[in-house]
């Protein structure tokens, strides 16, 4: 089992900076990789970025240069740090752990994006 605790989101207006966290309950070197996908209102959960257990990492095309993901090792967090933030980013993010051959999933916290 892994719980994920995510903090951070909120309300900015486009070209802004936010930053979300995840604290998982594990070692994150237990994890075989941690990531933080979204969702709008009416479409998919998408991708947004990982980061694997050996520190790789893996952005979606659409946020590629503008969103940084990191861990940090000693507190079992990852960090999305958001920056150029658009409208097209309004959605509810959630934080993602996979462990074995499970997949978990943080409550989500809503980043709004006004124009």
């Known amino acids: 089992q892994v719980q994920l605790v995510e903090s951070g989101g909120g309300l900015v207006q486009t070209g802004g900076s936010l930053r979300l966290s995840c604290a998982a309950s594990?070692?994150?070197?237990?994890?075989?990789?941690m990531g933080w996908y979204r969702q709008a209102p009416g479409k998919q959960r998408e991708l947004v970025a990982t980061i694997t257990n050996g520190a790789g990492t893996n952005y979606a095309d659409s946020v590629e240069g503008r969103f940084t993901i990191s861990r940090d090792t000693a507190k079992n967090t990852v960090s999305l740090q958001m920056s150029g933030l658009k409208p097209e980013d309004t959605a509810v993010y959630y934080c993602?752990?996979?462990?074995?051959?499970?997949?978990?999933w943080g409550q989500g916290t809503q980043v709004t994006v006004s124009s």
């Open positions: 993602n752990a996979a462990f074995g051959s499970r997949w978990y």
């Open positions: 594990r070692t994150i070197f237990s994890l075989n990789s």
